[in-house]
Every structure is written in structure tokens, then in C-alpha cells.
């Protein structure tokens, strides 16, 4: 549905993309991911047809954007991070808006009525834009989207600034719409590409650095076992330091916080090799008293941290040979 090949984007000698290339493949949800700079608005910009590039190409269902761009935007609804909203207008009268805008040919009252149901703002389908929540006002970009019903969804950010029930609402609404649309979602809450996003893909610096279905990047990049302990000590230093002499330990690290005696860590360990015993015994005979072990799982932010600082050291040994 989504096919980009060797996407570049040059400002002077700055690459914003340098030669990218990735697919996203009928009903699949991804995620683009990436520090600030790092390439993810450019891209989206391309893919809608509202930045050229400087070589490459990038096609939405078989039509290539830069070529025909207007038969591409067609194919793709958008919602930037600021909804461009008129607030003195009705909910409806803005659907309205945007039906003859895009040149709809649905048939317009039922379409729209449908639209509304799906994004659930029926109830304030005569209100002023302007009066609405921020969580409503996101559901009406989200509806003013899907007005042309275009197989790829774009969206950036679309949660940021909700509130809880509001973010468990968009989510669900997105998961949703992945049933009929190819969606590309782009934020910074890395739980929600974990909680929606089937895929993601990581840019960093103008380079894909990582493309993988969701559980597969997460399991590549838990090559190693966490732990979480709080032990009693003489000083978080001393036990530290005590700690890393276990074998098969690889690192740990002092957190925040101090419970009445105890200390608390991060224990970072080999995987499959079982630390414990030796750990145990440690403690034993350092006169460390443990009073909290649990095991902890590696969440989408810690990977997308070590990935991001593992591009950048490739990237700093690859300057200082040249």
C-alpha cells in the first residue's frame, strides 16, 4: 500500500532523509518513531504531497506521490498534530466543508451521519469546534480525515495533549480504523506504538536504524534479563560495586529513592544465565540484607534509547575513520 525507495531529502549539504527505503503493507498500523530532527516529519510531509524530495520515490497504492501528487492525496486522509479546525463553525458544517472541499461523490448526508458515528461525535454534531474539548476536537480531525474514506491514514501526534480517558479513547479509535486503513502513526508516547502499532520503524538522524514487527523488536532487543532489587547495605556505592562482581551481571545501575534502609537497583544480567544463587550468597556474606527481588520487562522506551545511542556510536566511529 506504502512503498518508499531510496528517499532522499537534501537542505544545502544537510541530509534531513538520506536514501531510505521501507513498505508498509494493506491494513497494517505502524509507528514512526524518532528523536526530534530526526527525519519523521519530513517523511510524513512527503508522503503527503506537501514536500518535494530530492531524489527517490514514495508511492501510495501504486501511485507515486511526487509524480501525481494529486491523485495520491486522494488515497490519504491527514491529521496533523494541530487539527486545522474552524472554530466558529458547527461540527457538521466543517464535515460539510471538507465533503465539497475533497469532491466527494458519497452520498453526502448518510456518509457524513456514518463518519460521526465512528469517531462518536454525534452528540455534539451542532456545536461550535470552538466549544469543544481537546479530546473532541481531535475526534473531529480524525473524522475530517476519513471524509474522502482513503486507505492510508496519516496521523501525527494524535493524542498529545488529552487526558487518560481521552488517550484510552483515541487508541481504541485508531486499533478500530485499522481494520479498513493502512495507518501511519507518529508520536512521542512510546506506549501507545506498543499498545496500537503492529510495526515500527526508527529514524534516526535521516536513516532507518530499525524496521520490525512490534514483538519482534521487542524480543531482538531483550538480549538480557532485568532485575529490581532493594537491598540493605553500608552504601548504594559498596552494594553497586558488590553486585557487579556476580558473574554473569553485566550492569547495574543506582535508582532514585532511598525505602528506610534499603537501596534500590537495576540489575541488568546474561540471558538464560540464572543469578541468583550467586547473588544470594553474595548478600550472605557481605552481611547485605535483600528485601525486594522482582523481575522487570523491557519496555519500548529502553529499546528505542539503546537504539538511538547504538546508531549514534556507529555513526561516531564511522566520522573518526574518515
Do not use: W
Not at 252 to 263: F, K
Amino acid at each position: 500500500m506504502i512503498r518508499v525507495e531510496n528517499l532522499t531529502k537534501r537542505y544545502g549539504k544537510h541530509y534531513a532523509l538520506n536514501d531510505i527505503s521501507f513498505e508498509i503493507k494493506e491494513g497494517e498500523i505502524v509507528g514512526l518513531l524518532g528523536p526530534n530532527g530526526a527525519g519523521k516529519s519530513t517523511t510524513m510531509n512527503i508522503l503527503t504531497g506537501y514536500l518535494s524530495a530530492t531524489s527517490g520515490s514514495a508511492c501510495i497504492d501504486g501511485i507515486n506521490v511526487l509524480e501525481n501528487p494529486t491523485e495520491a492525496k486522494r488515497k490519504i486522509g491527514y491529521l496533523p498534530e494541530q487539527p486545522p479546525l474552524y472554530h466558529e463553525m458547527t461540527v457538521m458544517e466543517y464535515l460539510n466543508f471538507v465533503y465539497e472541499l475533497k469532491g466527494c461523490a458519497f452520498p453526502r448526508e448518510p456518509h457524513l451521519a456514518e463518519i460521526a458515528d465512528v469517531v462518536k461525535i454525534r452528540d455534539v454534531k451542532d456545536r461550535l469546534i470552538g466549544h469543544l474539548s481537546k479530546g473532541y476536537k481531535q475526534r473531529v480531525g480524525i473524522a475530517a480525515a476519513l471524509v474522502n474514506a482513503p486507505p492510508v491514514l496519516i496521523f501525527d501526534e494524535p493524542t498529545v495533549g488529552l487526558d487518560p480517558q481521552q488517550i484510552i479513547e483515541v487508541r481504541n479509535l485508531l486499533r478500530s480504523l485499522g481494520r479498513k486503513h493502512t495507518i501511519i502513526l507518529s508520536t512521542h508516547i512510546l506506549p501507545e506504538v506498543q499498545a496500537v502499532c503492529e510495526k515500527i520503524i526508527v529514524i534516526h538522524h535521516g536513516h532507518i536504524i530499525a524496521n520490525e514487527k512490534t514483538e519482534d523488536i521487542t524480543r531482538e532487543a531483550e538480549s538480557f534479563d532485568r532485575f529490581r532489587l532493594k537491598i540493605c547495605g553500608p552504601s548504594s556505592r559498596d552494594i553497586r560495586n558488590a553486585l557487579q562482581t556476580v558473574n554473569g551481571v553485566r550492569h547495574v545501575e543506582v535508582l532514585p529513592g532511598r525505602d528506610a534502609e534499603s537501596y534500590a537497583f537495576l540489575m541488568e544480567c546474561e540471558r538464560g544465565r540464572d543469578v541468583r544463587k550467586p547473588l544470594f550468597r553474595l548478600c550472605a556474606d557481605r552481611d547485605f540484607a535483600i528485601i525486594g527481588l522482582e523481575p522487570v520487562g523491557t519496555d519500548l522506551e529502553d529499546i528505542f534509547v539503546r537504539l538511538v545511542e547504538k546508531a549514534a556510536k556507529k555513526e561516531g566511529k564511522g566520522a573518526r575513520k574518515k
